[in-house]
């Protein structure tokens, strides 16, 4: 079955940077897009952007630009979402998410998140 | 971006049948889909591209909607129901989640 399991809780300072990574299992990792969700302390939903591993290209939300960095390590099948310059608005839960059939499919699998608390 | 505008919370009774709304303020074409959410949790998928079911998901969930208003339908409504249910676009760049509809059960 497909599973995406992601790293643990992260505590870090302000102005640090922090990098999560999703262990893809159960299908082919360079043949979907893994994308990267937050999930902010009200709940509200945002989409960070995605990372094609077979051939390495990203895209992301503009207001993640400068924040967020995706990359794929296609030998161990995982995705790494490195955040800088971190403020404690960007404490939040992380999800990694691989798309459904096709790419507008939205987001069919879900790893079970990783908190990043974001405090000095 | 594109703003989905979800209602924040409904309240209904086991057995009835209830319709949470997504409103877009710009056409998504068919590309609207559903998840639940439930505390703790991440989300699950339930319908793709506004009116297909997931693999898995029962048929009392159901979907409909194309352009800027969609609907998320559960007949009947079970317990295990209760969970905050969202809508996500993926037609216009950003892509964008509504705010979440809470469901509760009387």
């Known amino acids: 079955q497909i599973q995406l399991q992601q790293s643990g809780t992260e505590l870090v300072k302000p102005a640090s940077s922090v990098k999560i990574s999703c262990k893809a299992s159960?299908?082919?990792?360079?043949?979907?897009?893994m994308h990267w969700i937050r999930q902010l302390p009200g709940n509200g939903l945002e989409w960070i952007g995605w990372?094609?591993?077979?051939?390495?290209?990203?895209k992301y939300n503009q207001k993640f630009d400068g924040k967020a960095t995706l990359t794929a390590d296609k030998s161990s099948s995982t995705a790494y979402m490195q955040l800088s310059s971190l403020t404690s608005e960007d404490s939040a839960v992380y999800f990694c998410?691989?798309?459904?059939?096709?790419?507008?499919?939205?987001?069919?699998?879900w790893g079970q998140g990783t908190l990043v608390t974001v405090s000095s | 971006d594109t703003v989905l505008t979800q209602s924040p919370a409904l309240a209904v009774s086991p057995g009835e049948r209830v319709s949470i709304s997504c409103r877009a303020s710009e056409g998504v074409n068919s590309y609207m889909h559903w998840y639940q959410q439930k505390p703790g949790q991440q989300p699950k998928y339930l319908i793709y591209?506004?009116?297909n079911l997931a693999s898995g998901v029962p048929a009392r969930f159901s979907g409909s909607g194309s352009g800027t208003d969609f609907t998320l339908t559960i007949d009947p409504v079970e317990a295990d129901d209760t969970a905050t249910y969202f809508c996500q676009q993926s037609w216009n760049d950003p892509w964008t989640f509504g705010g979440g509809t809470k469901l509760e059960l009387k």
């Open positions: 159960g299908y082919t990792f360079t043949s979907n897009y």
């Open positions: 998410a691989r798309d459904g059939t096709y790419y507008y499919d939205g987001f069919a699998y």
């Open positions: 591209e506004a009116s």
């Open positions: 990372i094609y591993p077979g051939n390495g290209n990203s």
